[in-house]
């Protein structure tokens, strides 16, 4: 096959980026995107290559994976209702069990509506694309999270970026918007690269000034933000101005999809309208029956939520104390990036704690903002203290070991 | 009124800094191909463009603007728009 490429190989586009990620695998290191997991122990714990090794980059805030009756309930599920679906959400696809997660959701948010898509990406490619047509306008963060601005390029609207988290940049680019056009601000309330959290009551208030909706992604807020966990909206008091609540089960909850939560009275038209909701097969009814399970133990789970906040605390003090540079001053979200110089410095200490038996998430250009490298961690709630001193002591001798400079001890 | 030559001066001057591998800038000059900019940086040059002209280029005009007097035409254009 491989023997007859046509003269214009359509792949050649890319030779830029095979040439790069060649030249990082030569210098001897693991490839940063090709971990293969071949036993998971726990939410914390996995063999890779096998080596035991802590994860602290799976966004498994929570850690319902392994939760007893978030498994029975899959369990249960895949036996009475088989593998999958075979359908999309309006036509075949649409089992007790995906009514019973939205109705999971509804009680969770307290709000009317729930709609639950394949994935969190489809989720905000589907709002985003659908809420906002020709002739509308989408204003968003200019940090967003890739499956936001795909929506934007679908949606056919005109798309207006404002500085990451900045409020008076908002409000300087919604002025020279026409009055009369719809216009939709999208909102994340943790922003998933450097782990800061948006000031939602001043963005909000300056989107509502202006005549727009609201919609949050809530991905990594989800579970242990606000009294309820709903998310850093709640926590911060904008409920009654979001229109539009987007989320994941792919974090907090412990599985896979998407949704959307709303109490506006014509959200049920976009079941029809929203293609990458009608246009995809629908969930297996075992993911949404352990989706709806976690849910409702969220609900709860204050305990857990503070134990989160704790390991959160202890980790980010920790690396802080012994010189790394961090992606925020303070532990803001769940999410803690450690900064780095440079791409062959990051991909190197990135290996080296996989080789010390640590798995952290390596982030580059361009799904990072400005340009930065990162090595990112985020924390499980059942991270016990020994497994985040253990990282400590590992991020230290991977530092040395790397020649990595490290700050004066704060 | 702001005419097209003294759009076209500005906005070399807002290109200037951002181009790091000192190319040549003339009309033809294309961001992507010639100087090389990322995304990121693209767009950090079209806020710049927004506010000193107090005008809205939205993301989804970017793809049909690949040289220096193309950005220079639309500017020009969105800034008689705007009366």
Redesign the interface.
Known sequence: MTANLPKCDLLAKYDPLIAEHAGLLSTGIRDPFGIVMEKVISPTEAIIKGKHTILLGTYNYMGMTFDPDVVAAGQAAIRDFGAGTTGSRVLNGTYQTHKECEDALKDFYGMSHAMVFSTGYQANLGMVSTLAGKGD?IILD?DSHASIYDG??MS??????F?HNDAADLE??LK??PEGAGKLVVLEGVYSMLGDIAPLPELVKIAKAHGCMVLVDEAHGMGFFGEHGRGVYEEQGVADDVDFVVGTFSKSVGTVGGFCVSNHPKFEILRLVCRPYTFTASLPPAVVACAATSIRKLMTATDKRARLWEATRRLHGGLKSRGFRLATETPESAIVSVLMPDQETTALMWSTLIELGVYVNMSR??AT???VFLLRCSICALHSDDQIDTVLGRFAEAAERCGLALGQAA | MTDRASVYARIIELIEPLNSKKVPLTEATTFAGDMEMDSLTVMDLVASMEDEWDIMIPLNMLPDLETIGQVADAVTGLVAKKG
């Open positions: 306008f200019a934007c390029k056919n609207a005109d798309i207006v970026r500085r300087k680019r020279r918007l250009p361009p903002p400005a340009g």
